[in-house]
């Protein structure tokens, strides 16, 4: 599956961004899609899960109740809701997929389709 990912960008803390990513692919109706960042100088960090069917989600502590993933199917595209944004959540996030029934897996390496990733800068 290709991944493509948009609508980073530069906004206040407090404020709002809605991520998109697009997918290619036959497969992407049975892929587990995942978002994950990476911070200058950090670690990918796991940020949220969702199941093939939008039926469950996992997000990490650090976003949950401020961030919500989603996915359509009939067009192929993952979104990431991101609310009250701090400058902590400064990072370029990627948008990946993986083969399997779980969505706790947020170890990154176990995630394809890696790809140039959209920043998002969250000033104070």
């Known amino acids: 599956v290709q991944l493509v990912e948009s609508g980073g960008g530069l906004v206040q803390a407090g404020g709002s961004l809605r991520l998109s990513c697009a997918a290619s692919g036959r497969i992407f109706g049975n892929y587990i899609m995942a978002w994950f960042r990476q911070a200058p100088g950090k670690e990918r960090e796991f940020v949220a899960t969702?199941?093939?069917?939008?039926?469950?989600?996992y997000y990490a502590d650090s976003v949950k109740g401020r961030f919500t993933i989603s996915r359509d199917n009939t067009k192929n595209t993952i979104n990431l809701q991101m609310n009250s944004l701090k400058p902590e959540d400064t990072a370029v996030y990627y948008c990946?997929?993986?083969?399997?029934?779980?969505?706790?897996?947020?170890?990154?390496?176990?995630?394809?389709?890696w790809g140039q990733g959209t920043q998002v800068t969250v000033s104070s």
């Open positions: 969702v199941s093939w069917n939008a039926g469950t989600t």
């Open positions: 990946v997929g993986k083969s399997g029934n779980s969505v706790y897996v947020v170890n990154p390496r176990q995630y394809d389709g």
